[in-house]
């Protein structure tokens, strides 16, 4: 087995055992660099100086992270008043938060409006609510160009199946409605899913999605959406997306879409994954292995609280072991079902996974779990949530966020 943390030293100065004697366990981890390097390469996605690259908050909402996204130059897509509030308080100026809302009710819109924040709507009837209490406003409207793309169905958010977005067959219903308000749509986005490796779908939606924007006057902006997936299979030589190609495709298609006018509207893109997943992992602690039947059960203090995308999604998260502060060999591997401590069988990490011998005491590293890991945890079996760890440019790890105690469980009740 190939130990993706060894390769790129991912803990720097320290190692899994020392990080959880210093900060216990559960525990997320993130490497400063691969952050820095993942955004630096969406930057170079276009060469374009009108080119924008969001960070999109839902995928990891920790302070520190979204600092080093501010300070690196990203702008920001918030889902909610609550990822608005955050992106506030780490910094981010209103103008470089963009509201991508579903869904939502006047009051939530009101709370962007009053603060200078650029919505998107997703319906004509949310277009409709946008006008009545903002007549004369700017907004974006968010377009469905008909593809769909992703890992699962419950992320494939563009096509037929999807709640989102305004289809082709709406858009002049979109129009109307913000004309009845005298709205001004400034700008188009797409978001068409979550993890795709072929760069195929996306690029074709982006054309169909230029297309359809040809229908819009006003535009300040177009806004490509993410879903740039990562190799969750890197321990068997699975490899990233070709960003080259599929920069050198986009490319061309903007290039042949501006052809001498359209120079001042800049292009965006939503990465969200691709930015902070492979810079986390989450360690963990081997308390119990017990076999029943067929199944060896490796049973750890990872539960589907800590991390819920094995068990919503069916994900798959790499796996590497560690003893006594080092990765241990794979001389000898056996099929084993890797649990956590909540109280429901779906509580699966990994089903039937090759892995080393695994004793009580050893350290299990999820690799991949900056994105969609820490942000989806929650407190289901009054769990705590974890601490949350940086190791910086120099190898040193600092705490990020602490751990909660028994009495953050009660918070709410004062
Ligand atoms: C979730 C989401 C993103 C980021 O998606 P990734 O798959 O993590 O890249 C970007 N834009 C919108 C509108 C989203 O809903």
């Given at each position: 087995m190939?130990?993706?943390?060894?390769?790129?030293?991912f803990?720097?100065?320290?190692?899994?055992?020392?990080?959880?004697?210093?900060?216990?366990?559960?525990?997320?981890?993130?490497?400063?660099?691969?952050?820095?390097d993942?955004?630096?390469?969406?930057?170079?996605?276009?060469?374009?100086?009108?080119?924008?690259?969001?960070?999109?908050?839902?995928?990891?909402?920790?302070?520190?992270?979204?600092?080093?996204?501010?300070?690196?130059?990203?702008?920001?897509?918030?889902?909610?008043?609550?990822?608005?509030?955050?992106?506030?308080?780490?910094?981010?100026?209103?103008?470089?938060?963009?509201?991508?809302?579903?869904?939502?009710?006047?009051e939530?819109?009101q709370?962007?409006?009053?603060?200078?924040?650029?919505?998107?709507?997703?319906?004509?009837?949310?277009?409709?609510?946008?006008?009545?209490?903002?007549?004369?406003?700017?907004?974006?409207?968010?377009?469905?160009?008909?593809?769909?793309?992703?890992?699962?169905?419950?992320?494939?958010?563009?096509?037929?199946?999807?709640?989102?977005?305004?289809?082709?067959?709406?858009?002049?219903?979109?129009?109307?409605?913000?004309?009845?308000?005298?709205?001004?749509?400034?700008?188009?986005?797409?978001?068409?899913?979550?993890?795709?490796?072929?760069?195929?779908?996306?690029?074709?939606?982006?054309?169909?999605?230029l297309?359809?924007?040809?229908?819009f006057?006003?535009?300040?902006?177009?806004?490509?959406?993410?879903?740039?997936?990562?190799?969750?299979?890197?321990?068997?030589?699975?490899?990233?997306m070709?960003?080259?190609?599929?920069?050198?495709?986009?490319?061309?298609?903007?290039?042949?879409?501006?052809?001498?006018?359209?120079?001042?509207?800049?292009?965006?893109?939503?990465?969200?994954?691709?930015?902070?997943?492979?810079?986390?992992?989450?360690?963990?602690?081997?308390?119990?292995?017990?076999?029943?039947?067929?199944?060896?059960?490796?049973?750890?203090?990872?539960?589907?609280?800590?991390?819920?995308?094995?068990?919503?999604?069916?994900?798959?998260?790499?796996?590497?072991?560690?003893?006594?502060?080092?990765?241990?060999?794979?001389?000898?591997?056996?099929?084993?079902?890797?649990?956590?401590?909540?109280?429901?069988?779906?509580?699966?990490?990994?089903?039937?996974?090759?892995?080393?011998?695994?004793?009580?005491?050893?350290?299990?590293?999820?690799?991949?779990?900056?994105?969609y890991?820490?942000?989806?945890?929650?407190?289901?079996?009054?769990?705590?949530?974890?601490?949350?760890?940086?190791?910086?440019?120099?190898?040193?790890?600092?705490?990020?966020?602490?751990?909660?105690?028994?009495?953050?469980?009660?918070?709410?009740?004062?």
């Amino acid at each position: 087995m190939f130990y993706f943390t060894e390769s790129v030293r991912f803990f720097g100065n320290t190692n899994p055992e020392k990080l959880i004697q210093r900060y216990g366990s559960p525990l997320y981890v993130y490497s400063e660099t691969i952050l820095r390097d993942r955004i630096h390469e969406m930057q170079n996605l276009l060469q374009d100086d009108t080119f924008v690259v969001n960070y999109s908050i839902k995928t990891n909402s920790n302070l520190e992270i979204l600092k080093i996204a501010l300070e690196e130059g990203l702008s920001a897509d918030a889902m909610s008043p609550g990822e608005i509030h955050v992106l506030l308080e780490a910094g981010f100026p209103a103008d470089r938060i963009f509201f991508v809302a579903n869904n939502i009710s006047e009051e939530e819109m009101q709370y962007a409006i009053d603060r200078n924040i650029l919505i998107s709507l997703d319906c004509v009837a949310q277009i409709e609510q946008f006008g009545k209490i903002n007549p004369g406003g700017r907004c974006a409207v968010r377009l469905n160009p008909g593809i769909g793309a992703g890992h699962h169905k419950k992320v494939v958010t563009a096509g037929k199946n999807t709640k989102f977005s305004v289809s082709e067959e709406d858009v002049d219903a979109a129009i109307q409605t913000a004309g009845k308000y005298n709205l001004q749509i400034i700008g188009v986005n797409q978001h068409i899913g979550s993890l795709f490796m072929d760069s195929e779908p996306y690029t074709e939606a982006v054309k169909n999605f230029l297309s359809i924007a040809e229908r819009f006057d006003s535009l300040e902006f177009v806004d490509f959406g993410g879903g740039f997936g990562i190799p969750y299979k890197k321990l068997s030589g699975e490899k990233s997306m070709n960003l080259s190609d599929l920069s050198v495709q986009l490319s061309s298609i903007v290039n042949e879409w501006r052809k001498g006018k359209r120079e001042n509207i800049s292009i965006k893109t939503e990465p969200g994954r691709y930015i902070a997943a492979e810079c986390g992992v989450l360690l963990g602690q081997v308390h119990a292995i017990k076999n029943n039947a067929e199944e060896k059960y490796i049973g750890t203090d990872i539960g589907m609280n800590v991390l819920v995308r094995p068990s919503m999604y069916n994900s798959w998260h790499d796996i590497e072991v560690y003893r006594k502060g080092h990765p241990i060999s794979d001389f000898e591997c056996e099929a084993v079902t890797v649990v956590g401590n909540i109280c429901e069988t779906g509580d699966i990490l990994a089903a039937q996974r090759m892995l080393p011998m695994i004793h009580q005491g050893d350290i299990i590293c999820v690799l991949d779990a900056g994105a969609y890991g820490y942000s989806m945890a929650s407190n289901y079996n009054n769990r705590l949530r974890p601490a949350e760890v940086m190791i910086d440019a120099s190898g040193e790890p600092h705490l990020i966020r602490r751990r909660e105690t028994l009495d953050d469980l009660m918070l709410l009740f004062q």
